[in-house]
C-alpha cells in the first residue's frame, strides 16, 4: 500500500458521503485490445452499489458483455495548496474512491425506473415522473464491488488553500 494511503485513507462513510456528493465519475472497462478504456458517467449510489445508466451499444458496453471487471473512480477536487513558494510547493487538495468490481446488468424494470429516478434527483432534484418508454431500452448495470479505497489531501494548518474555479 502506497505510504500517504496508510495515512489518508477515507473512512467508509467518508467514501459513501463523497459518492453522493459527486456527480460524475469514470467507469474503466477491458478493451478488447488488452487497453484499459475509461468512459466519464453518471451515477448514484444505493444501497452499497454504484448504478450506472446509458445506451446498450458502444465500446463500454461490448467491453461490460465481454469482461465484466471494472474500476470506477469518482473525485473531488477542493482546491490547490501552497506549501511553499516555489512553482513544486502546490499540491492538490482531494478526495478520491476507487472501487475494483464486477458490473452486473438490470433487466427488471421496476428496478431500472427506481435507478434512473434516483440519478436524475442527484443530478436535477425536484424532477419527478418517468416516461415508461423509455426505461426497457436504457441499460442499467451495477458495480458489485470487490474492492473500495478512499484517499484525500487535506492542506496542513497555515497552508493557504486556493479554491478550484
Same mark, same amino acid.
Given at each position: 500500500m502506497q505510504p500517504n494511503m496508510m495515512n489518508n485513507q477515507?473512512?467508509?462513510?467518508?467514501?459513501?458521503?463523497?459518492?453522493?456528493?459527486c456527480d460524475v465519475g469514470a467507469i474503466s472497462t477491458i478493451g478488447e485490445d488488452g487497453y484499459p478504456y475509461s468512459t466519464p458517467v453518471n451515477f448514484?449510489?444505493?444501497? %452499497?452499489? #454504484?448504478?450506472?445508466h446509458g445506451r446498450r451499444l458502444g465500446e463500454k458496453m461490448?467491453?461490460?458483455?465481454?469482461?465484466?471487471?471494472?474500476?470506477?473512480?469518482?473525485?473531488e477536487r477542493i482546491g490547490y495548496e501552497h506549501c511553499g513558494v516555489a512553482a513544486c510547493d502546490t499540491t492538490t487538495?482531494?478526495?478520491? #474512491?476507487?472501487?475494483? %468490481?464486477?458490473?452486473?446488468?438490470?433487466?427488471?424494470?421496476?428496478?431500472?425506473?427506481?435507478?434512473?429516478?434516483a440519478i436524475v434527483e442527484k443530478l436535477v432534484p425536484g424532477k419527478t415522473g418517468m416516461d415508461s418508454k423509455k426505461v426497457p431500452p436504457t441499460a442499467i448495470y451495477r458495480i458489485v464491488p470487490k474492492a473500495?479505497? %478512499?484517499?484525500?489531501?487535506?492542506?496542513m494548518a497555515g497552508n493557504q488553500v486556493c479554491p478550484r474555479n
Open positions: 477515507l473512512k467508509p462513510e467518508e467514501v459513501s458521503a463523497l459518492l453522493d456528493r448514484v449510489q444505493i444501497d %452499497g452499489f #454504484v448504478y450506472i461490448d467491453n461490460i458483455k465481454r469482461d465484466p471487471r471494472v474500476c470506477f473512480t469518482a473525485w487538495v482531494y478526495e478520491s #474512491v476507487i472501487i475494483k %468490481g464486477d458490473v452486473e446488468m438490470i433487466d427488471d424494470d421496476e428496478e431500472k425506473a427506481k435507478v434512473l429516478l473500495v479505497t %478512499g484517499k484525500f489531501h487535506r492542506p
